[in-house]
T-cell receptor, first 113, second 116 residues
Framework: GENVEQHPSTLSVQEGDSAVIKCTYSDSASNYFPWYKQELGKGPQLIIDIRSNVGEKKDQRIAVTLNKTAKHFSLHITETQPEDSAVYFCAASRANTGNQFYFGTGTSLTVIP | TAGITQAPTSQILAAGRSMTLRCTQDMRHNAMYWYRQDLGLGLRLIHYSNTAGTTGKGEVPDGYSVSRANTDDFPLTLASAVPSQTSVYFC???????????????FGSGTQLSVL
């Protein structure tokens, strides 16, 4: 099956700086890569996603890049704010495999005011 | 607000006892899922259901069972709880099963379960 690795496990940045979280995947057939944000005491919430036919996608301060050849994708948060502090999960899935989303182990991001 | 409702929010359970975690969604999503979240291990799929009347095993199904009698409800049952089942459990849904176009997962707020 798919194996998704996520780094770093913890990340601290000063407010206003950028944060980057990286994930690698093993199954070259994976074609959908979402990112979830989990705030304390809540369930994960989708913040951005990218499909394998696209190299980059941006939504205001967040962006995701995908390198299919290297099998890695990254989440970029610019101009970080304290409310960006949360745990972020990457995931991978592919068509016709049933229902398996494979999640990374999470990154705890702290934005220091 | 529309979404997924899980109950209870937390529970302490004696080992060997049974328990059912409840999950209800009002988005008329076809697919539903149960994940467990453990520190350092991320989210792992326990069971899933593509549509009412069908279920399937995920990555860590042992010790758990599910049923999908209708579109809205997807309860998770622990028949005889063990301490290793101490975890945070999340129910999720998507309009269609993973692999179809609309794979976005919507999560509930979770159930913190402690088995002693």
């Amino acid at each position: 099956g798919e194996n998704v690795e996520q780094h770093p496990s913890t990340l601290s940045v000063q407010e206003g700086d950028s944060a980057v979280i990286k994930c690698t995947y093993s199954d070259s057939a994976s074609n959908y890569f979402p990112w979830y944000k989990q705030e304390l005491g809540k369930g994960p919430q989708l913040i951005i996603d990218i499909r394998s036919n696209v190299g980059e996608k941006k939504d205001q301060r967040i962006a995701v890049t995908l390198n299919k050849t290297a099998k890695h994708f990254s989440l970029h948060i610019t101009e970080t704010q304290p409310e960006d502090s949360a745990v972020y999960f990457c995931a991978a899935s592919r068509a016709n495999t049933g229902n398996q989303f494979y999640f990374g182990t999470g990154t705890s991001l702290t934005v220091i005011p | 607000t529309a979404g997924i409702t899980q109950a209870p929010t937390s529970q302490i359970l004696a080992a060997g006892r049974s328990m059912t975690l409840r999950c209800t969604q009002d988005m008329r999503h076809n697919a539903m899922y149960w994940y467990r979240q453990d520190l350092g291990l991320g989210l792992r799929l326990i069971h899933y259901s593509n549509t009412a009347g069908t279920t399937g095993k995920g990555e860590v199904p042992d010790g758990y069972s599910v049923s999908r009698a209708n579109t809205d409800d997807f309860p998770l049952t622990l028949a005889s709880a063990v301490p290793s089942q101490t975890s945070v459990y999340f129910c999720a849904s998507s309009a269609n099963p993973a692999g179809a176009r609309s794979e976005k997962l919507f999560f509930g707020s979770g159930t913190q379960l402690s088995v002693l």
